[in-house]
Each structure stands twice: as C-alpha cells, then as structure tokens.
C-alpha cells in the first residue's frame, strides 16, 4: 500500500529516495556577468599578463639581463622601458639633419617625421633588437614607431606603409629584418593604414663598395649616396598597388637620409605619391627653431626624389 508524504516539504519523483529542491528557496550560484565593450580590454590585459608570464618562465630557464642597464631576469626591465616611452613621447620633423634630403637652398625634398633621439636607452635598445630581434624590445619599439606614424600621417585613412628593404646579407646573417618586425607590431595599433612590402633590393653596382661589406655604420654621406643610388625597385607585379596611391615609407633609423631618399625614388618611378617618411630614431636632435609639436606630413603633396642628385662633397 502506497504512503504519501505530507506537509509543504518536497515530493517523491522519479528514483525512490530522490528529492526535487525549490528552485526559489535554492537559487543557481551566481556567475559573473559578461560584458561585450570590455572583451578587448580583458583580451589585451590577459595577453600582457601572459607575455609577462612567459618572460618570467624564461627567465628561470635562460637567465637574461636588461639591455639598456643589466638588470636581471628582463630583456627590457621596466624602468628602462619607461625610459624609452618618455624618449619617443614627442615626435618630431627630423629631415633637416639628413642632408640627402635637404636641397643645397635648404628646400625640404622629403619631410620625416622621427619618435625620439637616437640615444640613451633608445639607442641601445633598437641596437640589441637589430641584432637579436626580442620580442619584449619589439612591443616597446613597435609602440614608439606607431605614435610617430600618428603624428605624421593624422586623418590620413587609406595610406600605405612602405618598409626599407633589408638587404640579403643583413637578412641571411640575422635571419629576420628589423624594420619589418617593428611596422607588424605598429600596424596593430593604426587602423585605417595598410602596409605595403613592395620595394625589394636589386643587385647592382652601387650595393658594394671595395673592401666594404655588410651596412653602412661609419660612411659618410658621399659613401652612403653611392651605395644606394639606384639599389632598390618596387617588385615586379606589385606596381599596381602603389600606383597613384599615398605613400610613407617606414626605417629604423635616419643618419643622411640616403636608404629612404632611394626608396622615394624607387616609389615614384612606380607612380606612387609618395607623402614622406616616418622612423624610430633619427641620430641628430630637432632643431631648435622647430615647434615644439610635430608637423604632419602633408597629405596633398608627392615628394619626386627620382633623381637623387649627390652633393658637391660626394
């Protein structure tokens, strides 16, 4: 004979001994509520805290030291990091000191907009990362060298980025090219500006000098003309990308000004407009007389550096 239970208590279904719950007086454990606009920011703090992570675990495996003052267990510690922050936070117009870029009248022929000095704990840290290419150094670098590309390319949606090629010998002895490295991690910050790798190093004449090998540290300005005039080309097929299209191109570092007035030349001899250029570092300091905000590069304006004259003292 079947019992039944009394009371406001819970009722027998299902397996005998089995007691459904109320729902309201045994509510679901809360769960933490998700919201749409703050994915990225928690996307970006976790793959910080991860990098973070995985530097401390190679730490531990591969003891390292920071480049810039040899404090253990970094790559980049993080007072050298603020260092270089505050180094490039005030890009500036850096082409009066490169004098390829300079007509003999004072006429700018290419602006280009620098993010800081090359010196100090920039110096030091673009040098390591050229020679070794860290990943740590390129975040830090990569941020400087899109605030410059903001700078000078501000309401300028629809250009394209051209890197300096590197040339065969620094690629093979290195196994990667600094330059491009650098533009992928900026490009991640600059929407509405797409790169474009079309220039290429074309063997010639004016690549090696006798008894030089390798870069071009330590020539003067005559030497450094001579090397690159007419080195680089957009590559074949790729024409139609920069044809009629805004162009900055992008290098590590300005001395002369003689690798990006080539890569000007090369540009426009494709029909590119070619608007200017953006670096890292540029090794002289602004000018004095310059103001003190940087000056965009102007957006109507080509720059026709085909010829690529050398100066009297070449």
Known sequence: MNSRSGGGGATGSGPEGTRRMDPDLHPPPPFPALHRDEHAAVLLRLTDWLSGAAADLLALAVPVD??????????????????IRRLARSPFRAESGAPALVDVDGTIMLPVV??????????????????????????????????????????????????????????????FSPVHLLLKEAARQLPGLNVADVLAKKPGPGLLLPGRMGGQKGLGRGARA?????????RPGNRQKVLG???IIIDDVLTTGAT??????????????????????????????????????????SHDLEKNKPGKDE
Not at 66 to 83: H, I, K, Q, W, Y
Not at 119 to 131: N, T, V
Not at 162 to 171: E, I, K, L, N, S
């Open 245 to 247: 299209r805004p162009c």
């Open 260 to 301: 990006i007035g080539e890569a000007a030349r090369a540009l426009h001899v494709a029909g590119a407009q070619v608007r200017g250029a953006v670096v890292l570092a540029a090794t002289r300091p602004p000018d004095a007389s310059a103001p003190a905000t940087p000056v965009p590069i102007p957006h109507g304006r």
């Open 114 to 175: 620098a993010a800081g000095v090359y010196r100090d704990e920039l110096a030091q840290g673009l040098l390591s990362f050229k020679r070794h290419g860290q990943h740590q150094l390129r975040r830090s670098l990569g941020r400087a060298l899109a605030a410059a590309v903001r700078a000078a390319a501000r309401d300028g949606s629809g250009v394209l980025l051209v890197p300096v090629p590197t040339g065969t010998a620094a690629y093979l002895n290195r196994g």
């Open 66 to 83: 920071c480049v810039c003052c040899g404090a253990e267990d970094r790559t980049l510690c993080a007072s050298c990091a603020s260092r």
């Open 226 to 234: 001579q090397r690159v005039r007419g080195s680089m080309r957009v």
